[in-house]
C-alpha cells in the first residue's frame, strides 16, 4: 500500500484540554477515508493536524514520507497550497469574486493564466450542476450551492489530497450525492486520497475506510 499522508501519536491541547489523543492515522493513494463522531468529539481537530494547519502538541504527521515538523512555516504553506485541497464547513468563498473566479483561485495562486484556470474551473463546476452560475456572485448562490463552489475550489488544481470537514451538511441528497460522486471519481481516476469529517452514516458509507472519534480517541471501523 502506497501511505501518502500518515500520523503517529498525534496530541493536540487547547490549554488543557486534550482535542486529540495519540491518533495514528495512515491514507494511501486514491483512498477515501471518512472520520465521523459528534460533535466537539476532536474530529476537525484532527483533520488539521492532518493537513498541516495545526501542528500537534506531541507526535508526527508526514506527507509523502516528509514531517511537518521538518518543513519551514513557508515550505508547509506552499504544500497546502499546492498539494493539499480544503473543504471547510461553511464555504468560505471570497465575496469579491465571482463563482467562476472563486473555483478557479487556487491555479491562479500557483500562477496559472486566467483563461486555462477558468476553463479548468468551468469543467468541475459543470460537473457539480453550477455551470449556469459561473459570473454569479456568492451572495447570490444559496447555502448549498456555496458549498459546491467551494469543492469545485478545492478540486480544480488535482491536489494530492483533498481534506474536507463536513462537506455535505448543507447540501440534500441530490446535490451531496453529486460531491461525493466527484471526490470518488478524482480518487478512482487519477489516485487523489480524500479525508471526510462527516457524522452522517451515509456520507461515510461510500469511503473505503472509516474512523470514528470519540472524545478525542480515533478508533478505526472494522469492516465486517
Not at 508526527?60 to 480544503?86: H, I, N, Q, Y
Not at 460531491?179 to 469511503?207: M, N, P
Request: proline share 3%; hydrophobic share 45%; with cysteine.
Amino acid at each position: 500500500m502506497d501511505v501518502i499522508l500518515r500520523a503517529r501519536g498525534v496530541d493536540l491541547l487547547y490549554g488543557s484540554q486534550r482535542a486529540v489523543r495519540g491518533a495514528d492515522f495512515a491514507l494511501c493513494r486514491g483512498e477515501v477515508a471518512a472520520v465521523m463522531g459528534a460533535s466537539g468529539s476532536g474530529k476537525s481537530s484532527l483533520l488539521y493536524c492532518l493537513a498541516g494547519v495545526l501542528a500537534p502538541s506531541k507526535g508526527a504527521v508526514s506527507f509523502e514520507g516528509v514531517a511537518f515538523s521538518g518543513l519551514s512555516d513557508d515550505a508547509l504553506s506552499t504544500l497546502r497550497r499546492e498539494r493539499f485541497g480544503f473543504v471547510f464547513q461553511y464555504g468560505e468563498l471570497l465575496p469579491e469574486l465571482t463563482v467562476e473566479e472563486n473555483a478557479a483561485l487556487p491555479l491562479r495562486l500557483a500562477g496559472q493564466r486566467k483563461a486555462p484556470a477558468h476553463a479548468a474551473a468551468g469543467e468541475v463546476l459543470e460537473r457539480l450542476g453550477l455551470g449556469e452560475l459561473k459570473q454569479w456572485r456568492p451572495s447570490q448562490v444559496s447555502g448549498g450551492q456555496s458549498q459546491r463552489v467551494a469543492v469545485a475550489r478545492a478540486l480544480v488544481h488535482r491536489p494530492a489530497v483533498v481534506f474536507a470537514d463536513e462537506p455535505t451538511g448543507a447540501l440534500d441528497s441530490a446535490n451531496a450525492a453529486a460531491v461525493l460522486e466527484e471526490f470518488l471519481r478524482l480518487a478512482r481516476s487519477q489516485g487523489t486520497a480524500v479525508v471526510i469529517v462527516t457524522h452522517d452514516a451515509d456520507v461515510a458509507a461510500h469511503a473505503d475506510s472509516q474512523y470514528t472519534m470519540t472524545d478525542g480517541v480515533l478508533t478505526q471501523r472494522v469492516a465486517v
